[in-house]
C-alpha cells in the first residue's frame, strides 16, 4: 500500500507522543510524584467505568430547556416514524444509550485527568517530596507507564469503534454497502496493522466494560452485540428478499444448468452465513432480533394494512431460536449437487443417495419460512425436474417429513413430482 491511513498515523502519534511526554515530565518529577500522578491517572479511569451506570444515568436525566436526555431521544427516535414499534424504538434508545455511554467515558477520563493535575496534584505534591536526588530515572519509568496508561484509556476504545464501524461498513443490502468509509481513513489498514492487534487483543475487555449496558428488561447489550445484530438482520432481510430474484433465475426456460447451479449455490451458501452468524450470537442478541423482526412486521403492518399471506406466513413461522438456516443452505448446495449428477451439462456418473435427498428435504423442512418465501414469487416453482428413477427417493423423503401437506404439495411442485407419482 503506498500510503498509511488516517487512523494508523492518528494512533501511531498519540501513542508516542503519550510514551515520550509521560517519559519527560516523570524525569521532571522524579519517582515519588511520578508514582503519585500514576495513581491519580489509574483512579481517572477506574471512576468512570466503575460508577458508568450511575454517571450515564445522572447525565441521561439532566434537563436542558426544561426537558431531560431521556425525553430528548425518545422524541427524537419517535419523529423518525410514528409507525416504528415499540420494540424497536426500545432497541434503538438502548444504542443510543451506549454510544452516550462511551462518550461520557472519554469526557469523564479527560476531565479527572485535568481536574486531579491542576487541583489535587499540587495538593498532594507538597506531602510527596522529590527525595534527595529525585530517582529521575525511576521517575522516568513511571512516567513511561503512565504514558502507555494514557494512550491504552484512549487508543483501546477507539481500536474497539473501529472494528464494529468496519464490522458494519461490510453490509451489503441488494449488492450495495450500506455505508462507505472513505479509504484515506484506512479502517480495514489500521485494524490489520500490528498496532491495531495490539490494541484489539490488550483492550477488547476494556471496550467491551465501558460499552455494555442492561436496558430495563434486563437484557445486555454492548455495542459489539448491537453491530452483530444490525449485521445479522441486514443479512437475513438482504437473502429474503433476494430469494424471489433469485427464484425467478432458476426457474426462467432460458437459464442453463450451470447458472441455474451457479444461482442455487449462491442461496446455499447466504443461508449458511446468515445461520453461522445468528448461532454467534449471544441468547440476548437473539431475543433482540426476534424483537426487529416482529417490529418490522408490526411496522409493514401497519404502513401497508395487509400484508401477502405468503409473506405473513414466512415472518410468522420465523423464530430465530428455532433457526437451522445451515440446513436449508446445505439443502440448496444438495439440490445444485443433484443437478450436476444428473444433468448431462455435467461430467458426473455418481448415482444419487437416498442419504442425500433426506438430507435436502429434511433441510427445507426445518425451515418452512424458506418455502413460504419460495411459494410467493409464484402459485407453482420447479426449481429441478427431478426425473424418473429418483422420483420415488423424493416422494419418499417428503411423506415420511413432519410438513403439513400444503407444505408438502409445496416441495413436490419445487421437484417437479406429480400429485399421483406420491400416491
Not at 423518525?80 to 444509550?97: K, N, R
Not at 420465523?318 to 444428473?342: C, H, P, R, W
Not at 409445496?410 to 399421483?420: A, C, I, K, S, Y
Request: proline letters at 2%; glycine letters at 6%.
Amino acid at each position: 500500500m503506498g500510503y498509511t491511513g488516517y487512523l494508523t498515523l492518528g494512533v501511531l502519534g498519540f501513542t508516542a507522543f503519550s510514551l515520550i511526554w509521560g517519559a519527560f515530565l516523570g524525569l521532571v518529577r522524579g519517582r515519588n510524584r511520578s508514582i503519585l500522578r500514576l495513581l491519580l491517572v489509574l483512579a481517572s479511569a477506574f471512576i468512570p467505568v466503575k460508577f458508568k451506570d450511575q454517571i450515564v444515568s445522572a447525565v441521561m436525566a439532566f434537563e436542558f430547556n426544561g426537558k431531560s436526555l431521556n425525553v430528548i431521544i425518545t422524541e427524537f427516535i419517535s419523529s423518525i416514524g410514528t409507525d416504528i414499534p415499540e420494540s424497536i424504538q426500545s432497541i434503538l434508545f438502548t444504542l443510543v444509550e451506549i454510544i452516550v455511554c462511551i462518550l461520557i467515558f472519554f469526557v469523564s477520563f479527560i476531565v479527572l485527568s485535568f481536574v486531579s493535575w491542576l487541583i489535587l496534584f499540587p495538593i498532594l505534591k507538597i506531602i510527596v517530596r522529590k527525595g534527595k536526588n529525585g530517582h529521575r530515572l525511576t521517575g522516568a519509568f513511571f512516567g513511561l507507564i503512565q504514558g502507555a496508561v494514557v494512550a491504552f484509556v484512549i487508543c483501546a476504545p477507539i481500536t474497539g469503534l473501529a472494528i464494529q464501524v468496519d464490522k458494519i461498513s461490510q453490509i451489503q443490502f441488494q449488492e450495495k454497502y450500506i455505508i462507505e468509509i472513505p479509504a484515506e481513513v484506512g479502517l480495514s489498514e489500521y485494524i490489520n496493522s500490528s498496532t491495531g492487534k495490539f490494541y484489539n487483543s490488550t483492550g477488547s475487555w476494556f471496550f467491551d466494560e465501558i460499552s455494555t449496558k442492561v436496558d430495563d428488561e434486563g437484557k445486555k447489550m454492548s455495542i459489539s452485540d448491537a453491530c452483530d445484530v444490525v449485521s445479522t438482520v441486514a443479512g437475513i432481510a438482504d437473502t429474503f428478499s433476494s430469494i424471489s430474484a433469485d427464484m425467478s433465475a432458476i426457474t426462467s426456460s432460458t437459464v442453463t444448468p450451470q447458472e441455474q447451479v451457479n444461482t442455487i449455490k449462491k442461496i446455499g451458501d447466504s443461508l449458511i452465513s446468515i445461520g453461522n452468524s445468528v448461532n454467534n450470537l449471544n441468547e440476548d442478541s437473539k431475543v433482540i432480533v426476534q424483537d426487529l423482526i416482529d417490529g418490522v412486521k408490526e411496522m409493514v403492518s401497519s404502513q401497508t394494512g395487509t400484508l401477502p399471506p405468503e409473506v405473513e406466513n414466512a415472518l410468522d413461522s420465523f423464530n430465530v431460536q428455532d433457526l437451522k438456516l445451515e440446513s436449508a443452505g446445505a439443502a440448496m448446495n444438495g439440490i445444485a449437487a443433484y443437478i450436476e449428477k444428473t444433468s448431462d451439462e455435467f461430467e458426473n456418473s455418481e448415482p444419487v443417495t437416498q442419504e442425500e435427498v433426506n438430507s435436502i428435504v429434511n433441510g427445507l423442512a426445518d425451515n418452512v419460512f424458506i418455502l413460504d418465501i419460495i411459494s410467493a414469487e409464484s402459485e407453482s416453482v420447479k426449481v429441478v425436474d427431478v426425473d424418473l428413477e429418483n422420483k420415488e427417493m423424493f416422494n419418499v423423503a417428503i411423506d415420511g417429513s413432519s410438513l403439513t401437506e400444503e407444505n408438502k404439495e409445496t416441495l413436490r411442485q419445487m421437484f417437479g413430482l406429480d400429485t399421483e407419482d406420491a400416491e
